[in-house]
């Protein structure tokens, strides 16, 4: 007879210390097998050299090897579509639950409905935590119930809540013995998966006391490049958001503070109302006349636009995986506005090449951007990329190190003119919204 075990599913998590699913599950009566799915319903649509793909094979192997040598155990890595993975581990163990952390997702909730039922039938257990987000779901709603939809209340009601509560880090060193002890479970590497190492690398957080500080001083000059740099970390659980949250008080700055609250925001918002995923949270923006020129997007995605704030942008993003968020603002209403573009494909180009991608983030301020989404930019307000630059980059610094070619007579003419694409979209949005 196999002796029972439980399971720790490890999927935007990956960290073994402040876990809370993780610490539940070593912490239950029985021992733990810690495991991953690379998952190919999410991998069969990335970039074979997807930076994001090398980032997470490298995390889930750093953890492997510290189970191996520190705690006689190691961790399963799989390969294929959960349910069927679920379905072979079944048979091979003995499972009384399947622990794991919440994942908001629409795509992530359909998955972890399927794999419940599947386990429920079976008679295994299945326990999630709340883990990525201080307050979820519908922890922060209005005193009638509703989500709010506009930020700001929201941040405050945050505020106050996070006041009553006692935010614990969850000390998962401390009981790590209770593991399965078997360091030779099943490992993959990217080939396996058939990806390649990346040439892109994600780059290391920086949450100094200083950085924190001087955030609101720095944080819109994207030549300085003085933000945190956590989305990636943040999206797949390298880093606690407990521990990140605690720095973040520390220093009495407001504002870094509330940048994490907007992450919160959008993730509420995406689970409420899960359609706006991919439809405009207003529904009245899904009536605009988009002229979804795809030579002009085109342009845009590679940083050609002739405009050199915009273009400075979408080289850094193709180059690096990362784009200052400034910028974003900016291409974005570039995209949306100046060219006409639905955003879902701005959207959609961004998915493909962030490293800190994030469903909820992404459409959350890309709705932003359009005007469609909940507490969105108004749509008369369009950014003038000129006088971003005084704003923003008035030594171009920033310009010049992602478009050395500007000021060049190989660099292309401004593909739309200012006024009249200004113009041309009151005039668009209009239509769709009288
Ligand atoms: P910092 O400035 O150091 O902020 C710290 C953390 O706060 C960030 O890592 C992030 O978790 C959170 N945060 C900051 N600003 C925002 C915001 N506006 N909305 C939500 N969370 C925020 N952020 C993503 O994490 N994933 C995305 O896919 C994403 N897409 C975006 C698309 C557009 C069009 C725009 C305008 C913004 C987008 N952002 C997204 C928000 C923001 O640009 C990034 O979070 C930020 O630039 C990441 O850099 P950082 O980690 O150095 O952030």
């Known amino acids: 007879m196999k002796n029972p075990i439980n399971i720790f599913w490890f999927r935007r998590d990956l960290r073994l210390d402040d876990n809370i699913g993780f610490y539940e599950a070593l ?3 029985y021992p733990v097998l810690p495991l991953f799915i690379f998952d190919t319903e999410i991998l069969e649509d990335l970039p074979k050299d ?8 490298d995390a889930l192997q750093n ?3 510290t189970l191996q040598k520190e705690h006689g155990s190691s961790l399963a890595l799989y390969h294929g579509k959960p349910l069927a993975i679920y379905k072979q581990l079944i048979k091979d163990y003995d499972i009384a639950a399947v622990y794991s952390n919440h994942d908001y997702e629409p795509y992530a909730l359909k998955r972890d409905t399927e794999i419940k039922e599947f386990l429920s ?3 295994v257990g299945f326990h999630s935590f709340k883990d990525q987000v201080i307050f979820e779901k519908n922890e922060i709603v209005k005193k009638d119930g509703n989500p709010y939809r506009v930020y700001t209340p929201y ?22 013995k209770n593991l399965v002890t078997n360091s030779k479970l099943p490992n993959l590497s990217l080939p396996d998966l ?3 190492k990346a040439s892109q690398k994600i780059a290391d957080y920086e949450v100094t006391p200083s950085l924190i500080q001087d955030y609101e001083k720095n944080r819109n000059f994207p030549a300085q490049d003085s933000t945190s740099r956590l989305g990636p970390h943040l999206r797949f659980g390298t880093v606690s958001i407990r521990k990140i949250m605690k720095k973040a008080i520390a220093e009495k700055n407001d504002i870094f503070w509330q940048e994490l609250i907007w992450r919160e925001f959008f993730m509420q918002i995406l689970w409420h109302f899960p359609h706006t995923a991919t439809e405009s949270f207003k529904p009245k923006y899904d009536r605009i006349e988009w002229l979804n020129n795809e030579d002009q997007f085109k342009r845009w995605c590679d940083g050609t636009t002739g405009y050199p704030l915009v273009d400075a942008g979408m080289r850094q993003l193709n180059t690096t995986g990362f784009m200052h968020n400034r910028v974003r603002m900016l291409v974005g209403s570039f995209l949306c506005k100046h060219l006409l573009i639905d955003w879902r494909w701005g959207e959609g180009y961004f998915a493909e090449k962030l490293h800190d991608y994030d469903m909820a983030s992404n459409v959350g301020n890309w709705q932003w951007v359009a005007g469609c989404g909940v507490d969105a930019s ?8 000129t006088t971003q630059i005084e704003k923003f980059d008035k030594d171009l610094k920033y310009i010049t190190k992602w478009v050395p070619d500007f000021q060049k007579s190989t660099y292309p003419e401004k593909m739309v003119d200012h006024k009249e694409a200004r113009l041309r979209c009151f005039e668009t949005y209009k239509r769709a919204l009288d």
């Open 27 to 29: 912490t239950s009566e």
């Open 50 to 57: 997807d930076a994001r793909v090398t980032f997470i094979f």
């Open 63 to 65: 953890m492997r090897t």
């Open 121 to 123: 039938k079976n008679g």
């Open 155 to 176: 941040m405050k009601v945050w505020k106050e809540k996070f006041k009553t509560i006692d935010l614990k880090i969850f000390d998962t060193h401390s009981v790590l």
């Open 194 to 196: 058939g990806f390649k």
């Open 378 to 385: 108004p749509y008369f307000r369009i950014f003038n990329p």
